[in-house]
Each structure stands twice: as structure tokens, then as C-alpha cells.
């Protein structure tokens, strides 16, 4: 016997969505002028990147909805307020995190500040663990921050200000 799978006809669409938006960046990135270039990578490169991303995450939520629907969704009403756990507080932590970058970016620099804004987010969501949170945010803020200095020749604020 053979089990009959359910499309599901909304996720269908949001996964097509993404796919559009990927084809839309990635055809951005190609008017992109030859010459316009920075450092090391020409300025197509991230764009290109950023559609290949969302194209594979588009590609992948088709998937999904063609075969069931979207992986770890509940169906229980009861359960749907655990989907954001943090909640009135979650939201404050989060824009906490937002107001915190904005105010400290050019007095900690923007790794930390960056990291701070990552650890703010990840309380916001539930996390408890502060300094793990705030070592991961460094861990992925440092190869942005060198990625658009050297890469891409953009100057961000500095990696940490001298007085620390």
C-alpha cells in the first residue's frame, strides 16, 4: 500500500517565494558593472553567495511542502505559543540587543558590539547561557568583520576601539 503525500499548497508558495527573491538578488548581482570591485573579490561575489543560499533554502522548502509539509511545525493551537519563547521579555531582550549596537558600536567596536547584539537575541529566544552566547557571537562576527575589510575593502568600525 502506498502512503499518499499531502501538498501543502501556502508553503508551497513561501517556498517558491524564496526561490523568486534568489533569482531576483542573483540577477541584481549579475548587472552588477565588471569593473565595480573591491580589495580582493569583486562586489557580485556576496550577492551571489546570499542567492545561492536562498536558492538551496527554497529549493528545500519545496521539497518539504510537496512532501507533507514543513518539517517541525505543530498542529496543536495550545502548543503555538511556544514558538516564540521569550515572549514580551524575548522582545525586549532582542530590541535591548538593537539599542545596545546602535549606542555601543563605536565605543566597544563592532565584533563586540556584534556579539552583544547576538547574546541579546539568543536570551530573547531562550537561551541561559550568556557567555556561550556571547563567544558564539564573536566566533561568527570575526570572519564577517574581516571578510569586509579585507575582502570587500569596506571599513566597519574597528575590530575592538584601543582603550580596550
Same mark, same amino acid.
Given at each position: ?56 533554502? #527554497? ?49 566597544? #567596536? ?55
Amino acid at each position: 500500500m502506498t502512503q499518499s503525500r499531502k501538498v501543502v499548497p501556502v508553503q508551497l508558495a513561501i517556498g517558491a517565494g524564496v526561490l523568486v527573491i534568489s533569482a531576483v538578488l542573483a540577477y541584481g548581482a549579475f548587472l552588477f558593472p565588471p569593473e565595480m570591485g573591491f580589495i580582493i573579490l569583486a562586489a557580485s561575489v556576496y550577492p551571489y553567495a546570499v542567492a545561492v543560499f536562498l536558492g538551496g533554502v #527554497g529549493a528545500v522548502l519545496i521539497y518539504q511542502a510537496l512532501t507533507g509539509g514543513f518539517r517541525e511545525l505543530t498542529d496543536h493551537e495550545d502548543e503555538s505559543a511556544k514558538v516564540l519563547p521569550g515572549g514580551k521579555a524575548g522582545v525586549a531582550w532582542v530590541t535591548g540587543g538593537l539599542v545596545g549596537v546602535a549606542v555601543l558600536i563605536n565605543l566597544i #567596536g563592532f565584533v563586540l558590539a556584534a556579539a552583544l547584539l547576538f547574546a541579546c537575541s539568543a536570551r530573547g529566544f531562550g537561551s541561559r547561557h550568556p557567555l556561550r552566547d556571547l563567544a558564539i557571537g564573536i566566533a561568527l562576527t570575526l570572519p564577517i568583520y574581516w571578510l569586509f575589510n579585507a575582502g570587500l575593502g569596506v571599513s566597519l568600525p574597528p575590530l575592538v576601539n584601543a582603550w580596550i
